[in-house]
């Protein structure tokens, strides 16, 4: 069976698979809409959970951004395995003893505040939105190489899906579509590692086969290393960015991953307080099958690309892959238009090389890097095809790569559908509406989303990674604070709360903004974003941890210059931290 058949034939079959368990879950209620009923285990939450994390982001952009960044993007895998243990520790068990349907309505009831609640609200819009921006790349990429169309027309495709379901299923429909979506997900990603990992280093288990020789004895990264260096790139294992940034970086995605609206919720579907914390630990599990893959892919990948354009001796006259003859992968990818190549010395062949080799070109005949276009993200999608495998194994990456992009666009949709029908709507500006009401203006909300998300995903700000990454950085400096001086501080009151994020978000949305556009409209950027112009060498993307800091210094301050709050509100806290259930100590 030839490749689009069998493509069209697996995707088909797991889309009609979670349409089905989206119309059977259909939620009916506003429980069952917003946190599932309370009623999941916390096993099966942690596989959904995992879905839920495991988005575009990490299934095609994380490999991608490792295949090219190399020992640098190793920030990503802490980042976000450390902040799953922060939210474990420090978050999800209080919350969900705290047992509301949201973080907006969490913030509003500590802060004892209409405003804080608003303020919440925004912040976390904004940080959705723009989570869904990087989202709807990765949707973007994976449809457009399933359909065979471009870029545009592959995101339009995919946002008719995800608003068929998410609108449909609600949080329980979502929740056991991404269960369905993280079995899909995982075994699509780790099968092709397993035989890229048997062909390249004869060890079938790819974290050890990254650490593994090859058929010529030399270890695997010795070999990266060497062919980077050879063609001109920075060497596969060494740090290119400053030590600053990427600790900065790494804090960011970490509090940001404990932030994060949509991660959150999650913990809000279990029945008691303790599952919170198992299905915390469960989802680390099920995440870390991925994330300890993740570096082997990435380095396979970008191993097999050059050598299968470098064919042959460096500056040798048949060194290089003649373009008319170039394999069906390029090809199809070429028609996505996310590859691009440029014959800019007419010589007919493929010259693909870095900044190391400009000495050298002249002598070669050579007049440029002439792969103009090698988008991240396309990377794990296309690794399969590169390195060879049947067919099935293709169609089964395409599966998976579009159910983990789907399974976190609906749990961010459902998160900010949620703040604007019941935080918003409900909560503040309409308290009368009925619970049939609040649905509709949920699914209405879901719909808006999905238009803004589509508009900017068409011109996304960065690859997908590094969009979730300012995500992130905004989520790390608005909500996360708010939530840990809500649940650890007794000193912390409305006024401090809400100049604190107002802090947080204000100052990373104007950084992001200076280099990225404001709202991500390139043409109104204010300096280029690279390391020369930024502010001591402190990348948008990990401004994030510095908005934090200052998000926690004007709330402490402000506080404890106005009036305390109320003794109420000072018992909730003290009675959020304490485990429902627990004993008290009876003797010495």
């Given at each position: 069976?030839d490749?689009?058949?069998?493509?069209?034939?697996?995707?088909?079959?797991?889309?009609?698979l979670?349409?089905?368990?989206?119309?059977?879950?259909?939620?009916?209620s506003?429980?069952?809409?917003?946190?599932?009923?309370?009623?999941?285990?916390?096993i099966?939450?942690?596989?959904?959970?995992?879905a839920?994390?495991?988005?575009?982001?990490?299934?095609i952009?994380?490999?991608?951004?490792?295949?090219?960044?190399?020992?640098?993007?190793?920030?990503?895998?802490?980042?976000?395995?450390?902040g799953?243990v922060?939210?474990?520790?420090?978050?999800a068990?209080?919350?969900?003893?705290?047992?509301?349907?949201?973080?907006?309505?969490?913030?509003?009831?500590?802060?004892?505040?209409?405003?804080?609640?608003l303020?919440?609200?925004?912040?976390?819009?904004?940080?959705?939105?723009?989570?869904?921006?990087?989202?709807?790349?990765?949707?973007?990429v994976?449809?457009?190489?399933?359909?065979?169309?471009?870029?545009?027309h592959?995101?339009?495709?995919?946002?008719?899906i995800?608003?068929?379901?998410a609108?449909?299923?609600?949080?329980?429909?979502i929740?056991?579509?991404?269960?369905?979506?993280?079995?899909?997900l995982i075994?699509?990603?780790?099968?092709?590692?397993?035989?890229?990992?048997?062909?390249?280093?004869?060890?079938?288990?790819?974290?050890?086969?990254?650490g593994?020789?090859?058929?010529?004895?030399?270890?695997l990264?010795?070999?990266?290393?060497?062919?980077?260096?050879?063609?001109?790139?920075?060497?596969?294992?060494?740090?290119k960015?400053?030590?600053?940034?990427?600790?900065?970086?790494?804090?960011?995605?970490?509090?940001?991953?404990?932030?994060?609206?949509?991660?959150?919720?999650?913990f809000?579907?279990?029945?008691?307080?303790?599952?919170?914390?198992?299905?915390?630990?469960?989802a680390?599990?099920?995440?870390?099958?991925?994330?300890?893959?993740?570096?082997?892919?990435?380095?396979m990948a970008?191993?097999?690309?050059?050598?299968?354009?470098?064919?042959?001796?460096i500056?040798?006259?048949?060194?290089?892959?003649?373009?008319?003859?170039?394999?069906?992968?390029?090809?199809?990818?070429?028609?996505?238009?996310?590859l691009?190549?440029?014959?800019?010395?007419?010589?007919?062949?493929?010259q693909?090389?870095?900044?190391?080799?400009?000495?050298?070109?002249k002598?070669?005949?050579w007049?440029?890097?002439?792969?103009v276009?090698?988008?991240?993200?396309?990377?794990v999608?296309?690794?399969?095809?590169?390195?060879?495998?049947?067919n099935?194994?293709?169609?089964?990456?395409?599966?998976?790569?579009?159910?983990?992009?789907?399974?976190t666009?609906?749990?961010?949709?459902?998160?900010?559908?949620?703040?604007?029908?019941h935080?918003?709507?409900?909560?503040?500006?309409?308290?009368?509406?009925?619970?049939?009401?609040?649905?509709?203006?949920?699914?209405?909300?879901m719909?808006?989303?999905?238009?803004?998300?589509?508009?900017?995903?068409l011109?996304?700000?960065?690859?997908?990674?590094?969009?979730?990454?300012?995500?992130?950085?905004?989520?790390?400096?608005?909500?996360?604070?708010a939530?840990?001086?809500?649940?650890?501080?007794?000193?912390?009151?409305?006024?401090?709360?809400?100049?604190?994020m107002?802090?947080?978000?204000?100052?990373?949305?104007?950084y992001?903004?200076?280099?990225?556009?404001?709202l991500?409209?390139?043409s109104?950027?204010?300096?280029?974003?690279?390391?020369?112009?930024?502010?001591?060498g402190?990348?948008?993307?990990?401004?994030?941890?510095?908005?934090a800091?200052?998000?926690?210094?004007?709330?402490?301050?402000?506080?404890?210059?106005?009036?305390?709050?109320?003794?109420?509100?000072?018992?909730?806290?003290?009675?959020?931290?304490?485990?429902?259930?627990?004993?008290?100590?009876?003797?010495?």
């Open positions: 069976m490749l689009r058949t069998l493509t069209f034939l697996v995707v088909g079959s797991t889309f009609a979670y349409i089905y368990i989206a119309i059977k879950a259909r939620a009916s506003t429980a069952e809409f917003y946190v599932a009923g309370k009623g999941v285990h916390p099966l939450n942690g596989m959904a959970t995992g839920d994390w495991m988005s575009a982001a990490s299934f952009s994380m490999a991608g951004l490792i295949a090219f960044r190399g020992y640098d993007a190793s920030v990503y895998l802490m980042g976000w395995t450390g799953y922060l939210l474990a520790m420090l978050l068990p209080y919350l969900r003893k705290y047992g509301k349907f949201t973080v907006p309505e969490f913030i509003g009831d500590r802060f004892y505040s209409n405003g804080a609640r303020v919440a609200i925004i912040c976390l819009i904004t940080a959705s939105i723009t989570y869904v921006i990087g989202q709807m790349k990765g949707i973007g994976a449809f457009s190489r399933f359909l065979e169309v471009d870029f545009a592959g995101l339009i495709a995919g946002m008719v995800v608003f068929i379901y609108v449909l299923g609600g949080m329980k429909g929740t056991y579509t991404q269960i369905a979506q993280y079995c899909v075994f699509a990603y780790t099968v092709p590692a397993v035989f890229i990992s048997l062909q390249l280093t004869g060890n079938p288990i790819p974290q050890l086969g990254l593994s020789t090859m058929t010529d004895g030399v270890y990264l010795d070999k990266l290393d060497q062919i980077c260096l050879d063609l001109g790139f920075s060497a596969y294992t060494t740090q960015g400053s030590t600053l940034d990427m600790f900065l970086l790494t804090m960011s995605l970490m509090i940001g991953t404990a932030g994060l609206p949509h991660v959150i919720t999650r809000f579907t279990v029945p008691k307080v303790k599952d919170a914390r198992f299905s915390a630990g469960w680390l599990v099920f995440i870390a099958i991925l994330y300890t893959t993740a570096p082997a892919v990435g380095a970008r191993l097999n690309l050059m050598n299968t354009i470098q064919t042959g001796e500056g040798s006259p048949n060194g290089n892959l003649t373009y008319d003859e170039r394999p069906t992968w390029f090809k199809n990818w070429e028609t996505t238009g996310l691009k190549f440029e014959d800019k010395n007419n010589d007919g062949k493929i693909y090389y870095g900044p190391g080799l400009a000495d050298k070109e002598a070669f005949g007049a440029g890097n002439e792969m276009k090698v988008d991240n993200d396309i990377m999608l296309a690794n399969p095809e590169i390195a060879g495998l049947p099935w194994v293709i169609a089964l990456v395409a599966a998976g790569g579009i159910a983990a992009a789907l399974s666009a609906a749990g961010l949709l459902l998160a900010i559908s949620s703040a604007v029908s935080d918003l709507l409900k909560g503040i500006m309409m308290p009368d509406i009925s619970e049939k009401q609040e649905l509709l203006y949920s699914r209405f909300a719909a808006g989303a999905i238009m803004v998300a589509g508009y900017l995903g011109n996304p700000p960065g690859f997908a990674a590094q969009v979730v990454a300012l995500a992130f950085g905004l989520a790390a400096s608005s909500i996360f604070p939530l840990m001086l809500g649940i650890f501080s007794r000193r912390v009151n409305n006024t401090g709360a809400i100049c604190g107002l802090a947080g978000l204000g100052s990373t949305l104007l992001i903004f200076w280099y990225k556009g404001f991500f409209i390139q109104t950027a204010m300096l280029p974003d690279n390391a020369a112009n930024w502010v001591f402190i990348s948008p993307g990990s401004f994030g941890a510095v908005g800091l200052l998000n926690f210094a004007v709330a402490l301050t402000v506080s404890q210059f106005t009036a305390d709050p109320p003794e109420h509100i000072k018992a909730m806290v003290e009675d959020v931290r304490v485990p429902r259930g627990a004993g008290s100590a009876t003797g010495h």
